[in-house]
């Protein structure tokens, strides 16, 4: 549909930390829970006194999961510089705008992939890229978004070209920012977005669920939260994502999310599915020592 990165892009894109996102789960989780009670009847079960002495003895492999995540949230609210990147918004509507436009297309990539996107990082930026040119008439009859869509307000904000290569996210810090039109999983929330912490109360549409499954090869992952859904009359809390690539994974590794050597694929699911997922590690609960937490995107400098 559009240019992505160029080779050298591509070439990283085929390292970048994502992929591997659990199987276990309907495509669009229109399934009610009870659907997939005797996997996760245990979730929502009221705790016995001997399961909470149980929890000072957690096996050591669990607590180092819980360890590293607390610390790599730690490392991404103090330790990342103020995010300032190349985007600018004419005033507060182009921005929310902009927004609309981000969810809108993530969401569709569900119902009509596009080649460019191939990981969950490779979702992110096609939402962003392909927003800021929604206030191309062209564009918007190439983008052949689902029947029905509503279309938001168009995004006037521009971006810095190099070599016809947007410059839409930071990708180094020091010395001096960099940016570039590629950016992976890690680099996209700790050099390109906010972190909220983990409650999913404070989610709001757009945000991202950050996921790092320790002993995986790709071991970062990315969801975003959509909300309510253009695309759907029931539900407010949509979250969409797309799998990654398969890969071989050592063992105790969450299943992943496709056959082996399988491309990967999009999927949508329920919020209120997904924190009681049968893999407790894809599960967005403070509890999870594998979820890093919500960050949400802040590509224009304020």
Known sequence: MSRDDGPAAARARDHAPCGELPDRRPRLVRTRLEDARPAAAAVGAPRRPGAMARCATLPSSVLRHARHAACLLVTLVVASPPVRAQVRFADAADREAFGRWFVLLADAQFYRATPDVDDCAALVRHAVREALRSSSPDWRRRIALPAGSAVPAPVHARAAQVDGALRLFRVRADPGPD????????????????????????????????????????????????????????????????????????????????????????????????????????????????????????????
């Open 179 to 302: 940016y570039a039109e590629f950016a992976d999983a890690r680099t996209l929330v700790s050099l390109n977005a906010r972190p909220l912490g983990r409650e999913t109360t404070a989610l709001r549409p757009g945000d991202l669920l950050y996921f790092h499954q320790d002993g995986q090869s790709l071991p970062d992952h990315l969801m975003v939260f959509v909300g309510p859904s253009a695309f759907e009359a029931e539900g407010r809390d949509w979250v969409v994502y797309h799998t990654g690539p398969s890969a071989p994974r050592p063992a105790g590794v969450p299943a992943p999310g496709s056959p082996p050597g399988s491309p990967g694929e999009v999927r949508k699911v329920r919020l209120v599915d997904l924190v009681r997922h049968p893999s407790p590690a894809w599960r967005p609960v403070a509890a999870n020592p594998r979820f890093v937490g919500i960050f949400r995107l802040s590509l224009d400098s304020r």
